[in-house]
């Protein structure tokens, strides 16, 4: 199993960024790959980034490439996710996922990929 905690949500203006940080612990096997999702009030959930840790790929929803840069530390086992020029659109509560088994869902960023979830951070943008 693995237990995700995540950090670095807040308040930030348009066009500001702001950086997220998803610490993973327990087995190691349980987050082969990791990833960021969110979720607006009235929204479905909806991926945004993830990683395959062992080759350092990653994956993006096309409303935040370019805008959104996922990666790892893994001597601290930490997933960050960086975001930048950030739009009142972003505005959700964030989540952090961890998957035991790399597959072309996670490329995909599907949910159903992703087996442990934290317990979410908020991400407010104003105008």
């Known amino acids: 199993q693995a237990q995700l905690v995540e950090s670095g949500g807040g308040s930030v203006q348009a066009g500001g960024s702001l950086r997220l940080s998803c610490v993973a612990s327990?087995?190691?096997?349980?987050?082969?790959?990791m990833g960021w999702f969110r979720q607006a009030p009235g929204k479905e959930r909806e991926g945004v980034a993830a990683?395959?840790?062992?080759?350092?790929?990653?994956y993006y929803a096309a409303s935040v490439k370019g805008r959104f840069t996922i990666s790892q530390d893994n001597a601290k086992n930490t997933v960050h996710l960086e975001m930048n020029s950030l739009k009142t659109d972003d505005t959700a509560s964030y989540y952090c996922?961890?998957?035991?088994?790399?597959?072309?869902?996670?490329?995909?960023?599907?949910?159903?990929?992703?087996?442990?979830w934290g317990q979410g951070t908020q991400v407010t943008v104003s105008s």
């Open positions: 990683i395959y840790r062992p080759g350092d790929s990653t």
């Open positions: 996922a961890a998957a035991g088994r790399f597959s072309q869902a996670v490329t995909n960023l599907e949910e159903s990929a992703f087996d442990y």
């Open positions: 327990g087995n190691p096997y349980s987050s082969n790959s």
